[in-house]
């Protein structure tokens, strides 16, 4: 009974995504699924342009709820990522209160007493309304739960990825002014790595590992299919055919999904009905973004047509 | 379902995916969540929780396949069984004994329960009977290959194998078509206790056994490795680099805590009018290795400079610049074919330009001096890979001195033990004065060592 209601919901997963414009293999599905269950976050690596940081979005629409995005970099700490205190409101503040200050402390007597009483205020510099929440903090303080995407983690300091730890298991922050910050509703957690370096065992630990790779030739179709309306279903079979070819190579930068939908794009408003030669060649930046790529591609790609054509007649 | 877990995880740890007790839980509970009817969700939840990248995700994906196949070979056995006993059975009314086989089941009544379940020939008891026999011998025990008997036969104990003996006896003498029934049951019960065995060995014993391997492999010197373990010690030079590249790549840049940067403060902190709310620390910055390797690649030495050269070239993430020089009778430049073709081939191309002459250590510094002394700098380490036997021919010791004063560091890396240094041609002893290091080199083990002591420093 358990095992029916688990695959009915994974089902509805892919479905509710597939309603945002996201067509999620089983595997993605299964994973979103899992890490709503067991509060987990989910760690997504593979190449660029697969549509890691489109399922966060996907994500957050499907169920309505904000996004908050942290784009990790070399250099990013704690104040750019957690919080920061409001230095000039903190300033400012204590040169409105100067005067204030010397009303309270008229009444006493002794320097002690002075400070007693001060020490009443002590740590109204230091409270919540100094604080100026960055991403985590925000994420955390969402009444209403969030899809929170750190992206490209790989890209930051291996420092930064121990700040993670505490927010990642427990959803968490502590402040050491104000204590121990607990999320109102845990966050749906969504980091993504594009495998630049390899990231520590401790953040992996903490996290479902989702590989997504470049889809199968069906699951890209309907990618396209649900992306791209205006293309008819020749033009769609033979392209992503075609682009499946070009993968095969050996190259700098494969397309990946991203550039697949670019391209049909880009047919689409040319006009095409059908793949020829000519216009391939015309519109193979879109695909390869580097030169030697392109060059490496252009002898191939009369034979690479007639390939998805045949394949178009068979499948 | 726990124990059969359990029993999962122990194995994906003989394949080499790090499962940590917590980890194992999360899978727990991801299977509580997803249950275990449909497969395909099953594993891409233990691979979503246990393998934390794509060479653990296929590692795992395999060993998923190979644990839960288990039943089904099992499923096989019997049916040979049927067919036996059907056969039999065929045989019994032609050989007129049809009132025996009647007659047989008041006597089955006594016999022993192994003996009746594989009578019953009931798949699915036997199947659960075995695995629970194989639970009782600690299955996931072994190790080695030469297990596989006793092992077999502890499960066939547990399974109440004394008892069908002494059945089969009884029987022999009473009711011969039943013996020979329950005979040929029980030889396709050690088939498939057989395989269940050997399913076992390759799901439990494969970490153990590799790690027996790699550690005769690392102490093997390199010069006289065999021809078919080359591939095997390829891979355990590579698994070498990564563990370097993991130790290494890391920490670059270090905070020098005391230091203020008195401009860097200013200007973080100019929105403020100068008041210094955020200081900024002075940092030190760490060169990356720069690295220079000649490597002699006559002789016995090639070897150990092909793998040398193969772990050099592996370590991108943690040395900056690496220029690799081969010589024998004189040094070319190797660097860019060893980047840009894979290691055999790189390696036979070396080999064909430079390899098969006499070593002259002489001439080949003085080609190095010649057109390559500019690539030293202050930070560069030179590490030199030669048995430094010379021929007999003019050392010129003098160059190295001067390789020596114009970089920072210089590591001889000699593949001939300490005791032969000095006899024969050997030029180590002239050479040594003007090395920082000198170190034998002559395993896999003593190479790793080598190269991260090279590394350490810049760290």
Request: with cysteine; proline share 4%.
């Amino acid at each position: 009974m358990a095992d029916q209601k688990a695959s009915t919901s994974i089902e509805a997963v892919e479905s509710g995504l597939a309603a945002q414009g996201y067509i999620a293999s089983r595997q993605i599905a299964t994973a979103v699924y899992l890490s709503q269950q067991i509060e987990k976050p989910i760690l997504v690596e593979g190449p660029a342009g697969v549509g890691k940081t489109e399922l966060a979005k996907a994500i957050a629409a499907w169920r309505g709820m904000k996004m908050i995005r942290l784009q990790c970099y070399e250099g990013l700490d704690e104040a750019k990522a957690l919080y920061e205190w409001k230095y000039a409101k903190q300033l400012l503040y204590t040169q409105i209160l100067k005067d204030k200050l010397g009303e309270v402390l008229g009444g006493a007597q002794t320097l002690h007493a002075a400070l007693d009483q001060l020490h009443d205020f002590g740590d109204v510099f230091f409270s919540k309304e100094f604080v100026e929440p960055r991403p985590l903090l925000q994420a955390l303080e969402q009444p209403g739960g969030c899809v929170l995407l750190i992206d490209e983690i790989d890209k930051s300091d291996a420092e930064f990825e121990s700040l993670l730890l505490e927010i990642l298991s427990d959803f968490q922050v502590t402040i050491p002014e104000l204590g121990t910050v607990s999320a109102i509703t845990p966050p749906t957690v969504i980091l993504t790595s594009n495998s630049e370096r390899d990231l520590g065992d401790a953040l992996k630990r903490r996290c479902l590992h989702l590989h997504i790779g470049f889809p199968e030739q069906r699951l890209e179709e309907r990618i396209v299919e649900s992306r791209v309306p205006g293309i008819s279903q020749t033009l769609r079979r033979q392209m992503v055919g075609f682009i499946h070819e070009i993968r095969s190579l050996d190259l700098k930068k494969l397309p990946s999904v991203s550039e697949t939908i670019d391209w049909a794009r880009v047919l689409v408003l040319l006009q095409a009905a059908e793949l020829d030669t000519e216009i391939v060649k015309d519109t193979l930046n879109v695909l390869l973004k580097y030169e030697a790529d392109i060059e490496a591609a252009a002898p191939q790609v009369t034979t690479f047509i007639a390939r998805a054509a045949r394949s178009n007649v068979f499948g | 379902m726990r124990e059969n877990l359990h029993r999962f995880f122990r194995a994906a740890r003989g394949v080499g995916v790090h499962v940590s007790p917590a980890e194992s839980i999360d899978a727990m509970r991801a299977v509580a969540q997803v249950g275990i009817a449909d497969r395909a969700v099953l594993r891409d939840a233990l691979l979503l929780t246990l393998a934390k990248s794509q060479d653990e995700k296929l590692a795992l994906g395999d060993c998923f396949d190979l644990f839960f196949s288990q039943p089904e070979p099992r499923q096989e056995r019997p049916e040979s069984v049927d067919q036996d006993t059907s056969q039999e059975a065929e045989q019994a009314p032609s050989s007129g004994a049809a009132s025996e086989a009647d007659g047989g089941s008041p006597q089955q009544e006594q016999l022993g329960p192994l003996a009746q379940m594989l009578l019953s020939q009931d798949r699915n008891t036997i199947a659960a009977a075995i695995a629970s026999a194989s639970g009782a011998a600690s299955l996931s025990d072994i190790r080695y290959s030469t297990q596989r008997g006793i092992f077999s036969s502890r499960i066939l104990e547990a399974m109440g194998l004394q008892r069908l003996r002494d059945d089969l006896d009884e029987l022999t003498a009473t009711n011969p078509a039943l013996a020979e029934r329950l005979r040929a049951a029980l030889d396709a019960l050690r088939e498939a206790v057989r395989d269940t065995v050997s399913q076992g060995l390759a799901l439990y014993a494969r970490e153990e056994a590799e790690n027996l391997r790699n550690e005769i492999l690392r102490n093997a010197p390199l010069a006289r490795i065999e021809r078919r373990q080359v591939a095997e010690m390829r891979a355990l030079i590579r698994q070498i680099a990564r563990r370097l590249r993991e130790r290494y790549s890391k920490p670059r840049k270090r905070q020098r805590r005391g230091h203020l940067d008195v401009r860097r403060t200013l200007r973080r902190n100019a929105a403020w009018g100068g008041v210094p709310f955020l200081t900024a620390w002075k940092r030190k910055h760490r060169d990356r290795p720069k690295i220079v390797a000649l490597c002699d690649v006559s002789g016995s030495v090639a070897q150990v400079s092909d793998f040398f050269l193969l772990l050099i070239h592996s370590l991108h993430e943690v040395v900056d610049d690496v220029r690799s020089f081969a010589f024998s009778s004189h040094l070319i430049e190797v660097s860019e074919i060893l980047e840009s073709k894979s290691p055999e081939e790189a390696m036979s191309e070396i080999m064909s330009k430079v390899g098969f002459g006499s070593s002259d250590y002489g001439s080949s510094l003085v080609d190095f001096e010649k057109e390559f002394m500019s690539t030293l700098t202050p930070q560069t380490t030179v590490i030199v890979l030669g048995d430094a036997r010379s021929n007999n021919l003019d050392p010129r010791a003098d160059i190295l001195r001067r390789i020596s004063e114009r970089s920072k560091r210089l590591v001889w890396l000699n593949p001939e033990g300490r005791l032969a240094w000095g006899f024969g041609d050997s030029e180590m002893p002239r050479y040594a004065t003007f090395c920082s290091v000198v170190r034998q080199c002559a395993t896999a083990q003593q190479l790793e060592r080598a190269v991260s002591d090279i590394v350490a420093p810049y760290q």
